[in-house]
């Protein structure tokens, strides 16, 4: 049933998006050189690898870039946060405050990488620096959102925001993953910045 609904869920999010996304990749190109698309493996279910697909954000050097951002790094954990990273585009700030840049994730959904619910995708250099407890994240699928992104998403410590993934995990119904996307969107349009 979870499939069901993750493909559903998915396909009316591109409807209900599409109005957003011809705007935004315009933008993108318009505004910054580079791809409008940005693309990274992160570690999935069961720690598979797999292509997980962004609108671009940042300028087109930000991974060789947060190298020289790691010491600035705002987040504990394997985890890198930083709220006024230079690497973001003036365009990107505005995707990421309404999670546009997240619409093409819905992709990963159909194609059955992710879910619509679920921990966040991590990358696999932070895997690696993962406690064992840490671990029960990979799980389940990956997924669009999840419980620590309604619950204070920018303010809250790494092992806080790993705990709520476990938490989802060992509670994981039909109708709580019903409850965190309309919690997603009231949190979205009400606090678009995550705190």
Do not use: C
Not at 63 to 82: C, H, I, R, T, V
């Amino acid at each position: 049933m979870h499939r069901v609904l993750d493909i559903l869920g998915a396909a009316l999010g591109l409807i209900l998006f599409a109005p957003f996304l011809l705007p935004s990749m315009l933008a993108i190109k318009l505004t910054s050189k580079g791809p409008i698309f940005y693309s990274q493996i992160r570690v999935g279910r069961g720690g598979k690898l797999f292509r997980m697909y962004k609108l671009r954000t940042m300028v087109t050097n930000a991974d060789k870039l947060l190298k020289s951002l790691e010491n600035l790094n705002e987040q504990s954990g394997s985890a890198f946060k930083m709220k006024n990273d230079p690497r973001v585009t003036a365009v990107g700030k505005w995707l990421r405050r309404y999670s546009l840049d997240e619409v093409p994730q819905f992709l990963n959904v159909i194609r059955g990488e992710m879910s619509l619910v679920g921990p966040r995708p991590p990358l696999p250099r932070e895997v690696k620096s993962y406690k064992r407890w840490q671990l029960q994240r990979l799980m389940v699928k990956p997924g669009l959102t999840g419980l620590w992104q309604i619950s204070g998403r920018n303010r809250l410590e790494f092992d806080e925001w790993v705990r709520l993934d476990i938490r989802y995990i060992k509670q994981r119904t039909l109708s709580f993953d019903i409850a965190i996307m309309f919690k997603t969107f009231r949190v979205i349009l009400l606090k678009p910045d995550g705190q």
